[in-house]
């Protein structure tokens, strides 16, 4: 399977090539700018620009500036749609490094247990913040990490399975048809056509980040898409789910509420994921860095 941008277009290419190219520039005038060492210790804050209830910080302009914001515009608008839940007061507040090694140095610095990835989002009731650095796929990262301020800000708490589900399922671009990450999709119907059946029970006691594997990302985005765009009711008993935890509910958990058959209902999502076939795909941000040091 091959890789490619997160947008596909050469222009964009270029945004970010020249981005990158401006970015690295700033390190060898200390005159007109920070020192090397300050833009390593700090967070971007000289340019700033909010919309859609997302605050951008940088150190320069973001060229793009408007695509990238519409975007995110987009994933706050699907989530009101498609997941029937209202925006929440909290503003996001996004973090964007211009490279790769100025990022993954504050982030070892900062948060040395967390693994090294290209995105986080960390929530804490002072702040919900995203981190990102500039690269090829920047829209593909903020969109998922966005989507993880959204949700806690409109709904707190949300079990982990269907937080990464909604990211992994919104960080692909509303134009995507039928809003399929390739990644997950080429992956599981493979494993569907070796006999992998879904397991929702064993899901939902995820509790944390650490203990999901590559495969349950893969699971946890087919069952959002699956209640989504196929399962009768599903979108519904999706969207009810997330009002009663937005109320302060213990909602019965999703399992409970497919009916008396789970078993049935797993097989028909380990076919739902055969039928939809394979193709080119984007690549998830979660498992887009494997080491901050290392190419991508």
Not at 15 to 30: C, E, N, Y
Not at 31 to 37: E, K, L, N, S
Not at 50 to 74: I, N
Not at 193 to 221: F, I, N, T
Request: charged share 25%; proline share 5%.
């Amino acid at each position: 399977m091959r890789r490619r941008p997160a947008t596909g277009s050469s222009s964009w290419a270029r945004l970010v090539a020249g981005w990158i190219f401006s970015g690295a520039a700033i390190l060898f005038f200390p005159g007109c700018a920070a020192t090397r060492q300050q833009q390593t210790d700090s967070l971007p804050s000289r340019h700033a620009v909010r919309s859609h209830q997302v605050l951008l910080l940088s150190d320069q302009k973001v060229p793009g500036e408007e695509e990238v914001l519409a975007e995110l515009g987009q994933v706050r608008a699907r989530i009101t749609d498609e997941l029937g839940v209202p925006p929440g007061e909290r503003e996001v507040v996004v973090y964007l490094f211009s490279d790769r090694d100025r990022y993954a140095s504050y982030m070892r610095a900062t948060h040395p247990n967390l693994p090294a990835r290209r995105a986080f989002f960390i929530g804490t009731p002072k702040e919900l913040a995203v981190y990102a650095h500039w690269g090829d796929h920047i829209l593909v990262d903020l969109r998922h990490e966005y989507t993880h301020g959204l949700l806690h800000a409109a709904v707190g708490h949300v079990p982990l399975w269907i937080d990464e589900g909604i990211a992994e399922y919104m960080e692909v671009g509303s134009d995507e048809i039928g809003n399929v990450n390739r990644e997950h999709l080429g992956r599981l119907a493979q494993t569907a056509s070796q006999g992998w059946r879904p397991d929702l029970k064993r899901l939902e006691r995820l509790e944390e980040v650490g203990e999901m594997s590559r495969e349950d990302y893969h699971e946890a985005w087919a069952w959002v898409h699956y209640l989504l765009h196929q399962a009768p009711g599903g979108q519904q008993l999706l969207s009810e789910y997330l009002v009663e935890l937005r109320r302060g509910q213990s909602p019965t958990p999703i399992s409970a509420r497919l009916g008396n058959d789970l078993a049935a209902v797993e097989g028909q999502v380990a076919r739902y994921v055969v039928q939809l076939g394979a193709g080119d795909h984007v690549v998830p941000a979660t498992f887009r860095l494997q080491s901050a040091e290392s190419p991508e």
